[in-house]
């Protein structure tokens, strides 16, 4: 009888060093997943820390490029105005252009200062590299395409780009698919119309994508983009012209065409108001007109097109030209 | 009770771990804090809302007067909270004129220009600063100035 019970206790022993064990075990796994989710979100967090920083950074150029090189394959978004990453978010305070999803070790970052007519802030873009620009002109927009390509108002060295003849794309399509060789991604970026070339493109890439640029600047500083759904969004100035050609599509593009407008407004209302002070503080200077040149500006911000904020553009310009001297210039 | 006396000194473990493990990510969240702040120092000067522009080309200096115009604490509030609170201000060192906060009545006569301000509880403050130029268009004259960050922390 002693023996039997003895037996039974040491069978309960061991299930219940099996059950006390197995919830020990169960606590340090579970412990150990959510002490790497937090060792992840605080990398995250960093990471979205670290590239508001640079791009505080990088505001104080007019024109700067920057490679950050991590040493673990990254993946972060760049959406409304909000760097993702890991499931953490945040919120930044600068005018980011980006594809859908940017990853890789090197992440190449730029920026442009923005003059609409005075300087509003500068635009920045982040890219991986893994998309080839293709720039496609012909012969009347063979001067500005130079220009984006290698000039002071260029498109960034650190995002890989390419440029062609339209007339060479039927005959030379071999050329462009091995420079294309190494991309994950091609989009071609059109000065010109592309009914003539769109079949040798569509047997010769897999992945492609076609932006369409129109305007009636012989310099194109302003105009439309047309994006690969037919969205047709309007660039002003070629620092936007280059948002229009990173981002991923044209809903991206305008979310933050809008920031631009609302810094643009912002700055505007800084000189409107220094510009009564002025008036008010010199009274033997005339600055009804400038006054009235930026009122009129502010008033066009929101609207659809570019042809409107040209015309107010130069109106502020002449305006500000005719101050000098004793009257000092509003900007 | 073997496994009620490792259970104990399980719990003590952690708790102990934990509160270095919080200790260490205070002490990087202060550190990241000082650091987007010494960052902001260049930043703020670069604002095109207070940055000077003078033939439409920028310069290296700050426009008192759009100091006077420009209120940052309505647009720039996620700006300036983005990683801690702290104050900023600039202040005129020379030449020297009459102590006092700069508004539209007092200005130029002042030597304090309010820029930004969070009404947070801190327990310390570190203050960084930087030398700059303070542009004065009425008499298109340029004084000499810091601006100042207090982290509040």
Do not use: W
């Given at each position: 009888?002693?023996?039997?019970?003895?037996?039974?206790?040491?069978?309960?022993?061991?299930?219940?060093?099996?059950?006390?064990?197995?919830?020990?075990?169960?606590?340090?796994?579970?412990?150990?997943?959510?002490?790497?989710?937090?060792?992840?979100?605080?990398?995250?967090?960093?990471?979205?820390?670290?590239?508001?920083?640079?791009?505080?950074?990088?505001?104080?150029?007019?024109?700067?490029?920057?490679?950050?090189?991590?040493?673990?394959?990254?993946?972060?978004?760049?959406?409304?105005?909000?760097?993702?990453?890991?499931?953490?978010?945040?919120?930044?305070?600068?005018?980011?252009?980006?594809?859908f999803?940017?990853?890789?070790?090197?992440?190449?970052?730029?920026?442009?200062?923005?003059?609409?007519?005075?300087?509003?802030?500068?635009?920045?873009?982040?890219?991986?590299?893994?998309?080839?620009?293709?720039l496609?002109y012909?012969?009347?927009?063979?001067?500005?395409?130079?220009d984006?390509?290698?000039?002071?108002?260029?498109?960034?060295?650190?995002?890989?780009?390419?440029?062609?003849?339209?007339?060479?794309?039927?005959?030379?399509?071999?050329?462009?698919?091995?420079?294309?060789?190494?991309?994950?991604?091609v989009?071609?970026?059109?000065?010109?119309?592309?009914?003539?070339?769109?079949?040798?493109?569509?047997?010769?890439?897999?992945?492609?994508?076609?932006?369409?640029?129109?305007?009636?600047?012989?310099?194109?500083?302003?105009?439309?983009?047309?994006?690969?759904?037919?969205?047709?969004?309007?660039?002003?100035?070629y620092?936007?012209?280059?948002?229009?050609?990173?981002?991923?599509?044209?809903?991206m593009?305008?979310?933050?065409?809008?920031l631009?407008?609302?810094?643009?407004?912002?700055?505007?209302?800084?000189?409107?108001?220094?510009?009564?002070?002025?008036?008010?503080?010199?009274p033997?200077?005339?600055y009804?007109?400038?006054?009235?040149?930026?009122?009129?500006?502010?008033?066009?911000?929101?609207?659809?097109?570019?042809?409107?904020?040209?015309t107010?553009?130069?109106?502020?310009?002449?305006?500000?030209?005719k101050?000098?001297?004793?009257?000092?210039?509003?900007? | 009770?073997?496994?009620?006396?490792f259970?104990?000194v399980?719990?003590?473990?952690?708790?102990?771990?934990?509160?270095?493990?919080?200790?260490?990510?205070?002490?990087?969240?202060?550190?990241?804090?000082?650091?987007?702040?010494?960052?902001?120092?260049?930043?703020?000067?670069?604002?095109?809302?207070?940055?000077?522009?003078?033939?439409?080309?920028?310069?290296?200096?700050?426009?008192?007067?759009?100091?006077?115009?420009?209120?940052?604490?309505?647009?720039y509030?996620?700006?300036?909270?983005?990683?801690?609170?702290?104050?900023?201000?600039?202040?005129?060192?020379?030449?020297?004129?009459?102590?006092?906060?700069?508004?539209?009545?007092?200005?130029?006569?002042?030597?304090?220009?309010?820029?930004?301000?969070?009404?947070?509880d801190?327990?310390?403050?570190?203050?960084?600063s930087?030398?700059?130029?303070?542009?004065?268009?009425?008499?298109?004259?340029?004084?000499?100035?810091?601006?100042?960050?207090?982290?509040?922390?």
């Amino acid at each position: 009888m002693q023996s039997k019970k003895a037996q039974m206790s040491s069978s309960f022993n061991y299930i219940f060093a099996i059950i006390i064990g197995g919830i020990i075990f169960m606590f340090f796994v579970g412990f150990a997943y959510k002490f790497m989710g937090f060792g992840e979100s605080i990398g995250a967090a960093g990471l979205v820390t670290s590239m508001n920083d640079e791009f505080a950074a990088f505001s104080a150029s007019d024109s700067a490029e920057k490679t950050l090189s991590f040493n673990k394959e990254t993946s972060f978004r760049v959406y409304e105005a909000k760097v993702i990453s890991e499931g953490q978010s945040k919120q930044i305070d600068h005018i980011v252009y980006a594809p859908f999803l940017i990853e890789g070790r090197d992440i190449f970052i730029s920026t442009k200062a923005l003059e609409l007519p005075y300087r509003v802030g500068n635009v920045f873009y982040v890219d991986d590299g893994s998309t080839l620009y293709i720039l496609v002109y012909d012969s009347v927009s063979d001067e500005v395409v130079g220009d984006l390509v290698s000039s002071y108002n260029s498109i960034p060295t650190n995002l890989p780009t390419y440029s062609v003849d339209v007339k060479d794309i039927n005959t030379n399509v071999q050329d462009l698919v091995g420079a294309s060789n190494g991309y994950d991604n091609v989009r071609f970026i059109f000065f010109t119309k592309y009914d003539t070339v769109l079949s040798t493109i569509q047997s010769n890439f897999g992945a492609y994508e076609i932006l369409y640029v129109t305007s009636s600047e012989n310099d194109y500083s302003s105009g439309y983009v047309v994006f690969p759904d037919g969205s047709q969004v309007a660039y002003l100035t070629y620092p936007l012209l280059i948002g229009a050609m990173v981002s991923g599509d044209a809903y991206m593009y305008s979310y933050n065409y809008d920031l631009v407008m609302e810094k643009v407004s912002r700055v505007s209302n800084v000189y409107l108001e220094k510009s009564k002070l002025l008036a008010t503080r010199l009274p033997n200077c005339e600055y009804t007109l400038i006054k009235s040149a930026l009122g009129s500006y502010m008033s066009i911000l929101g609207n659809d097109g570019y042809s409107s904020y040209v015309t107010n553009i130069e109106n502020i310009e002449e305006e500000n030209k005719k101050l000098g001297g004793d009257c000092p210039e509003v900007y | 009770m073997v496994a009620l006396v490792f259970i104990i000194v399980l719990m003590v473990g952690l708790g102990f771990f934990f509160k270095f493990q919080m200790g260490s990510v205070q002490e990087k969240a202060e550190t990241t804090c000082l650091l987007s702040n010494t960052v902001m120092l260049s930043s703020i000067t670069s604002m095109p809302e207070i940055q000077c522009s003078v033939n439409g080309n920028r310069e290296d200096c700050i426009d008192t007067s759009k100091l006077l115009v420009f209120d940052p604490s309505r647009v720039y509030q996620e700006f300036f909270n983005a990683n801690c609170d702290q104050k900023v201000y600039f202040v005129e060192l020379y030449p020297e004129v009459t102590n006092g906060t700069c508004t539209q009545g007092t200005y130029p006569d002042c030597n304090y220009y309010y820029f930004f301000e969070t009404n947070a509880d801190y327990t310390s403050k570190v203050i960084i600063s930087t030398p700059v130029s303070l542009y004065y268009p009425l008499d298109e004259s340029y004084k000499f100035g810091k601006l100042v960050i207090e982290v509040l922390q």
